[in-house]
């Protein structure tokens, strides 16, 4: 699932994983804040892989979000993305337990990698 305000991150994510997505190794949810988020999480149970999200958002933030997953489906992966190179942002995402912390712009090939291994 990936958690971001900005709308235009749908297309991106949709061209960069074209290829794994066609070959049904990758799947995407889209939500655009964290209580998004959190009520599909409750809805539809716990089956992301993996959690990818922004840290800036309007309302709750998504460092407010990594502690409310972790607090309450603690095995789901939870992958922190920024924008800004910021260390206090960084020292309270390890210390909610963020499993991965990316900088924008995101370096898909290796983010492909991480995401692979994690569903196979």
Known sequence: MVVDDEEDIKILFRQ??????KKGEVEFEFVH?????IEYLKREGADPVLILSD????????I???KVIKG???ELKVFMVTAYG??????L????????????PIDFTALKEKI???SS
């Open 16 to 21: 960069k994983f074209r290829k794994e997505i």
């Open 33 to 37: 804040s964290a209580q998004d988020a």
């Open 55 to 62: 840290i800036n958002m309007p309302g709750m933030t998504g």
């Open 64 to 66: 407010e979000l990594l």
């Open 72 to 74: 309450n489906f603690p």
């Open 86 to 91: 910021d260390d206090k942002n960084y020292q």
């Open 93 to 104: 995402a390890q210390q909610y337990g963020a499993d991965d912390y990316l900088n924008k």
């Open 116 to 118: 692979i291994s994690l």
